[in-house]
């Protein structure tokens, strides 16, 4: 857990996925929650085990993420049909900001998942934050 609290709450950029894996009832989602109410980082946890198909995973997530950004959201439109129109309307909520912590508890539960959802979630980070440091200049 201290290992978890170090990657969270520091300043420093964080690795772009976490995976926490294991038994069933061994209080990750609990260490999670309180982990995140501990670090000073907004954040948001998406209870994927309530979310009937994937366009009320991604709406409830834009929901949420809005939710935990407060003023600093800027207004989107909160329906999506598909991952491509859940990530514009991310990058438009997260524009400015460092760090943001989103968990989607109980992932590998959702109902009627598209089996595109998982990968494209792992690949999140990756495509709504810019790069922390500009490429490097071609040299030509």
Do not use: W
Not at 84 to 96: C, D, I, K, S, Y
């Amino acid at each position: 857990m201290q290992q978890l609290a170090c990657l969270l709450a520091s300043d420093f950029p964080s690795p772009p996925n976490l995976v926490l894996h294991g038994t069933e009832a061994t209080g990750k989602s609990l260490s999670v929650n309180a982990l995140l109410n501990a670090i000073n980082h907004p954040s948001a946890i998406i209870r994927s085990r309530e979310c009937i198909t994937t366009r009320h995973l991604l709406e409830r997530t834009l929901s949420e993420v809005q939710e935990a950004l407060g003023d600093y959201a800027r207004p989107v439109d909160g329906r999506c049909e598909n991952i491509a129109a859940f990530v514009v309307q991310l990058q438009r909520l997260l524009e400015g900001q460092k760090k943001f912590i989103l968990v989607f508890d109980n992932i590998d539960r959702q109902r009627d998942a598209a089996p595109t959802l998982l990968p494209a979630l792992a690949r999140l980070a990756e495509i709504v934050l810019p790069p922390l440091l500009p490429y490097p200049p071609f040299l030509t």
